[in-house]
């Protein structure tokens, strides 16, 4: 029960493997990350970015939580994003959320939950700005899945009003930010349409001089 030995050893045989199929994998991991790719997604176990992308352990820089939310009051995002961008000089930050996400799922009824609520908040608001459309679709369904997909859109915004990204792009370091959303069913991605690449392309309210 302390131990967790299974773990330990479904570890020790995966690192086996990889050494078997190539010797050098982890003296050359151990060097440096080199990573263009930031993923923010969600902490859902079904949902991990390395597996979906079919990229190795050092390509792509992973932060996770309930929902794939960037919350300008989440000091761990925005340290996330700002190690990302500043340090490792990404070139791609990749919002990914996914269909039948729970996150959204209980932010859509009006059940209390616990501490989460002031979480799930965020995407009450999302709902909120959004709310003639997705009342508008047929079905629950539907509309669950439209709200999955306009929280993406809404958390790509909350990206690109960002200081972090904007001073980015002020000192001329290419960077985009897209929204992709996922489906369990059948594991295939979908761009959301949503790619923004320079501050000219966000609303002028949010944009820093």
């Not at 967790?4 to 199929?21: H, P, S, V, Y």
């Not at 306009?150 to 001329?172: D, R």
């Not at 369990?184 to 991605?189: A, C, E, H, K, M």
């Amino acid at each position: 029960m302390r131990v967790l030995k299974d773990l330990f050893d479904r570890n020790r045989d995966w690192a086996g493997k990889i050494k078997a199929e190539d010797p050098e994998f982890f003296a050359r991991l151990s060097e440096q990350q080199h990573p263009e790719y930031l993923w923010i997604g969600c902490a859902d176990s079904r949902v991990p970015a390395n597996q979906i992308l079919d990229l190795l352990p050092g390509q792509i820089f992973v932060h996770r939580n309930i929902a794939n939310l960037v919350v300008h009051t989440d000091l761990n995002c925005l340290a996330v994003i700002q190690f990302a961008v500043e340090v490792l000089k990404i070139r791609h930050i990749i919002v990914c959320g996914h269909y039948g996400c729970s996150g959204i799922r209980a932010a859509m009824d009006n059940r209390e939950h616990g501490l989460i609520d002031n979480w799930l908040r965020n995407i009450k608001d999302v709902y909120r700005y959004h709310e003639a459309q997705i009342n508008a679709l047929p079905g629950a369904q539907a509309r669950f899945d439209r709200l999955c997909e306009l929280n993406v859109v809404e958390q790509v915004a909350n990206v690109c009003h960002t200081s972090i990204v904007q001073n980015a792009w002020k000192a001329g370091q290419e960077l985009a930010v897209h929204g992709w959303i996922y489906a369990i069913d059948d594991g295939i991605l979908q761009d959301l349409n949503v790619c923004v690449t320079c501050p000219d392309e966000i609303s002028q309210i949010h944009r820093l001089t």
